[in-house]
C-alpha cells in the first residue's frame, strides 16, 4: 500500500527546499489540482498506519476491556479507529493504483508491479515472527531454544509455508503469546492480526488488472456500475445479518466467493478511489465540500448512516485533503506506511509479552500511554527501516533490467541517470 505516483522529488524541487503543507486555490477539477511531486497522500497514509497501531493498542495491551473510545464514538456503526484507517487505504490505493495502471506498459507489468510492491515486505514480516520475535518470545517463555524449531503442526516452518502465499491460514507459533492480554481475551495467541486485509486489496489488483485487460477502463461506466454494485452490497451486508441455518432471512453471498459480503466495503472504497482517477478530470474538488464532507463523515459515523452516507464522504475528504495539501517534504525520507502496517501488530503483542502493556495501564478510557507511545515509535521506525532496506530496492525492478545493468550489457547504451538522482521534472513512481 504505497504513494504510486511520486516516489522521489525531483532535483529542482530538493534543490529548492521543502515544501510545506500550503493550500494554494479554492476550487477546480481533480486532474487541475493533483500533483504527483507535490501532495500530502504518503503522509497521509503514514497516518491511517499509525491510526491502526492506535486501534490496535486497546485489545493488544488489554486496556479498556478491549474497547478503543473510538469504537463507542461510532454508535450504530460499530467501527473503530483502525477500520475507518483501513477503509482509507482502500480508498487511497484505488485512486493511485488506476493512475498507475494507466502508466503501465501492458497488465503484465502493472501486476508485476503490484507484486514488487506488496510481497517483498509481507514475506519479510513473515520471517522477522517466525526467525526472529518467535525464538525471542521462546526463549523468554522456556529459557532456551530447544524444540523451537522442531517439527510440529505449529511450527515456524509451518507458519511461513501456509501463509507464503498472502492469505493467512495460521496465525499462531507454537504455544506462544498465550498469556498475552489478547490471547486471554478469547482471541488466538496470533502473531500478525493485520495481515488479513492484504489478500482482499491484491484481489482488488487482479480485477483492476482484468478491467484492464478487457479494455473496460475504457469505458468508465462499466467501472462505475461495478462500484455501484459493490455499494450495494455493502449497504446490504452492513444492515443485515448475514444467512445461517438459524437465520435464514439473512443476507446470502452476494457476488462471487472471493468478494464476501462482509469485506465488500474494501472493494467498494477501492473501486470508488478508482473512479476517482478515472473521472479527474470531471470531479470538483471544493474546499468547502472537503471540510463538508468531513463533518459530514464524523457525523453519519456517530448518529448512523456510517456506511450508507459516510464512507463516501470520507472518501471524498480522504482524496480532497490528499490532493489539496501539499507536503511534498515527507516524500524526501521515504514511504513508511506499508511496513508500518505489516510490522507493527507482531512488534506489540512482543511488548504485550514482555509485560510493556502492564505499565500505566489505566482503567479508564485513556489506555497504557506509555504502551502505546512505544508501540508508535518502534512501529515507524521498522516501516522506515522495511522501506530503504528492502522496498524501495524491489520496486527498482519494476521496470525489468535497471537502468545501469543495461549499460554495462551494452557499450552504446544511452546515458543514464545517476542512481537516485532523477532528471529535473521527472516524477519516479513507487510501483
Known sequence: MSHDEALATDLSQIESGPRWPSLT??????????DPRSNSLTVVRWG?????VVSHSFPLGGYHRGIEPFYVFSGPAHETLGGLAVAGFFVLSGFLITRSYKSSKNVGWFLW?????????????LLIVAFILGPIAWIHQHHNIADYFAKAATSPWHYVKVNF???MHEWSIRDLLVDTPFAMSGNPAAWNG?????????????????FGFFGLLRHRWTVVAFTGLLYFVTVISATTAPYSPTNPAGTMQTLADWIPNAQASFFFLF????CCALFANELVLDDRMGIGALIGAVLFLHYGGWFEIGLPLFA????????RVKYSVFERFGDPSYGTYVMAFPIQMMLAEFGLSNLGRWTGIGGGLTYITVSLVLAGALGYLS???LEKHALRLKNGIPRKARKRQSPHADAVVAPGRPRAGQALESG
Open 113 to 125: 508491479k503490484r507484486f514488487l510492491r506488496i510481497m517483498p515486505a509481507f514475506w519479510l514480516s
Open 48 to 52: 491511517l498506519a499509525l491510526c491502526v
Open 387 to 389: 522501506w530503504h532496506l
Open 165 to 167: 502465499f498472502l492469505t
Open 316 to 323: 471524498y475528504f480522504l482524496i480532497w485533503f490528499g490532493t
Open 194 to 210: 493485520s495481515l488479513w486485509t492484504l489478500i482482499f486489496e491484491a484481489r482488488c489488483y487482479l480485477i483492476l488488472g482484468a
Open 271 to 274: 473501486f470508488l478511489g478508482s
Open 25 to 34: 486555490r479554492q476550487k477546480g477539477t481533480l486532474a487541475e489540482h493533483f
